[in-house]
């Protein structure tokens, strides 16, 4: 029995290593006002989110544009922006939400990974949509 389960933990650990998603990361917006770290969303792991993890500006550490009023007190260091992404090929996640600190509103957006090593994130409304490319950290 023993050597059944040194047999099984060493086909483990000879087992390949899954490799991250080239989306997952710390990404610098476009402005460079702020980091968001990307990774699968708590609970689900087909899903991708984001989280803000850096803000440039100090005056800007509250969600003061929020739509909710109760929330125009929460910070925005750590909180998610970005939720429900599926990935529709390797690098490329759709069917997501994005929410604008900046503006309060929250966008359908989709993000892929370039070639370059860069990220475009796209939100939309209705049939319109608009592009920013973030860079790594």
Do not use: H
Not at 23 to 34: I, N, R, Y
Not at 49 to 67: F, I, M, Q, R, Y
Not at 81 to 100: E, L, S
């Amino acid at each position: 029995m023993r050597s059944l389960a040194i047999a099984v933990g060493l086909t483990f650990a000879a087992a390949p290593a899954f490799a991250a998603d080239p989306v997952e990361g710390e990404w610098l917006t476009q402005d460079k006002g702020g980091k968001v770290r990307i990774a699968a969303c708590p609970g689900k792991a087909d899903r991708m989110c984001g989280a803000t993890s850096w803000v440039k500006d100090p005056a800007k550490v509250l969600d003061e544009k929020n739509p909710n009023a109760a929330l125009r007190a929460k910070p925005l260091m750590g909180q998610q922006v970005m939720r429900d992404f599926k990935q529709a090929a390797p690098g490329r996640w759709t069917g997501g939400k994005i929410y604008d600190p900046k503006s309060g509103k929250t966008y359908d957006s989709k993000i892929t990974a370039a070639a370059n090593g860069t990220l475009k994130v796209e939100g939309c409304v209705l049939m319109v949509c608009q592009a920013q490319t973030w860079t790594r950290d």
